[in-house]
Structure formats: C-alpha cells, structure tokens
C-alpha cells in the first residue's frame, strides 16, 4: 500500500511540484495551501509523512506541528519542515521530538526524494 | 570501583540519520553508549528497533536498576528520562519521570550530567545535529569532571543550534564534521 505524505505550503507551485515528483515515487499525496485546512484533514487522511512548511499565513508551519502535538496526532508521523528560514526559531525546542527534518528552500529535487525516502525507513 | 569507559551522544533534528551513520561504527567491547534522540515516544520504539538490526553493538532500552554493561548501546524508553547511578558499587540505569528539562524528557543534560558523575575522565559526550540548547549543560558537567566533548560541525549538521549553544559554553574539545567524530571519541577512549 503507498505511503501517505500530506505536503501544506501556501506556494501553490511548490505543492504541484512535490505532489507531483512524489507521486513519481509511489506516494499518495495531498497537497494542501493552509495549516487549518491540514489540521481539519488529517485524521481523515492519517498520513504517515508531512512535509510542513514554515512560513504560511494564518497558521504557521510550528504552530500546526504543535497544535498537531496538542491533539495527540503527531506522535506517529514523520514530520519534516520546508523553510527559506535558514535556522529554526529555539522557541519551538518542545517540538523537536516531532519534527525529524528540517529541508530549506530551494531544494534540489534528487535531495528532496532522497530526504522523503529516508523518512519513509525510519 | 567503576572502570567502565562511556561515550554519551544526543541529538534532536536531524539526528536519525546522523545515528544511522555513526552508531554501526562502535565496534568493541570496552565502552558502553548512551543515547538520546529527542523523537516522540510513538517512534522511538521502531527507531531503535531498526538502529538495532545495523548496530554491531547489542542496542537496548534501558530499564530501571539494569546494571550497565560494556559493548551495549543504550536509549532511554520514551517519555522517561535516563540517569547512571552508582548501586552495589556498579553503574546501574535509573529511569525517571521528573518533569521535562529544556522542554524535553528524556533529557540530554540529565543523562550527561549523571554520566559526568559517574564515569568522570572516563566518559565522552558527544551534541549532534538539533535544535533548542539541550545537553550543553550536560557537555560542560563532562568537561568538568575531565572527561571530553565533541560537537558536529556546521555544515554537517542538519539544525546547528543544539550543537551551538554547546560550543557557546566553551566546554567543547573539538567541533568535527560528522563523518570525524567516530575516530575521534576512540582517540579519546
């Protein structure tokens, strides 16, 4: 059975292209454009990866992760954060058991297979 | 008397894959290893499974008064922070649910500092890869107590913040690309 990734980031382009280059790969994917329509979702979807993007507006990327942590859904998915940000914020340390990656934009698509591939062993 | 040797590692983002690398490299049996990679407790258990199958060294979950052993790799179970304790004269895990420390639990500065104690100029603490500024409390109780520290280095490490704020204390012997610090902490050991 594929793997779910559910991929949020409010750039419409970039959800294409990774729903498209992971589908490639045999995942099911989901693409989303906001944190609220991803929290409203995912228990529906119970996706085993998110890649979550940082900066969304309404909610942001940490604060899905943690209002994912919050309702008890975070625990067994492998999330992984896409970000231009260089360095994550150290405020959000309480959410490190949560989140296993940290992948920056732009990335090179090999790169990105390859980091989704290696969350999907763990 | 407590002779055993001990390596301590941590890590938080990044830190699965960065444990996939340097843990199947330990090799013998004249040191024990105690690991923390701060992941919630609904993964811990196939992660270490899996770490387990690529470990030359036998990797467990500690368990309370489980005296330690050298050639194992040890991680706390989840949700439990893990401490070395001295009983009966002999290293012996102490697990606990004290609240969390730096946000986390299990904590890396608990673990080091009790490691600290405990094998003194006989322990290597080791920060990779993470986020928040867990275990450099525990890095500086090390080098106190004489024993060394290493950090990952920038452009290895996934999020350099963890391995930073260990850096910050000046208790770090040598910041090394991951792919260095095996051979270092066994020139130390």
């Known amino acids: ?122 | 008397m407590n002779n055993i040797k001990a390596v301590v590692i941590g890590a938080s983002i990044g830190g699965m894959d960065a444990l996939h690398r340097l843990l199947p490299k330990f090799k013998t049996d004249s040191y024990s290893v105690f690991v923390i990679q701060h992941i919630s407790t609904g993964l811990v258990e196939r992660f270490v499974n899996q770490l387990s199958r690529k470990c030359i060294l036998d990797v467990e979950f500690g368990r309370d008064d489980m005296p330690v052993e050298t050639g194992k790799i040890y991680f706390p179970p989840g949700d439990n922070h893990m401490e070395i304790k001295i009983r009966n004269d002999a290293p012996t895990i102490s697990l606990n649910k004290d609240p969390p420390v730096n946000f986390v639990r299990p904590s890396l500065d608990v673990l080091m500092k009790s490691v600290a104690e405990t094998f003194k100029e006989n322990s290597v603490g080791v920060i990779l890869t993470g986020i928040g500024k867990d275990g450099a409390e525990g890095m500086r109780s090390i080098k106190r107590s004489g024993g060394k520290t290493i950090a990952q280095d920038e452009a290895t490490s996934v999020v350099f913040s963890m391995p930073k704020s260990a850096i910050h204390t000046r208790c770090v012997n040598r910041v090394l690309p991951l792919h260095q610090i095996y051979e270092e902490i066994m020139a130390y050991l």
């Open chain 1, 1 to 122: 059975m594929a793997k779910k990734v559910i991929v949020v980031d409010d750039d419409k382009n970039m959800v294409d292209i990774v729903e498209l280059l992971l589908k490639k790969e045999g995942f099911e994917v989901h693409g989303m454009l906001w944190g609220e329509e991803c929290l409203e979702s995912v228990e529906q979807i119970n996706p085993d990866i998110m890649l979550i993007d940082v900066m969304m507006p309404g909610m942001g990327g940490w604060e899905l992760v943690r209002r994912l942590k919050d309702r008890g859904l975070a625990d067994k998915i492998k999330i992984a954060m896409l970000t231009v940000v260089d360095k994550p914020d150290d405020e959000n340390a309480d959410l490190s058991p949560y989140v296993l990656d940290y992948i920056r934009k732009p990335f090179a698509i090999p790169d990105l297979i390859r980091r989704v591939k290696r969350l999907d062993s763990f």
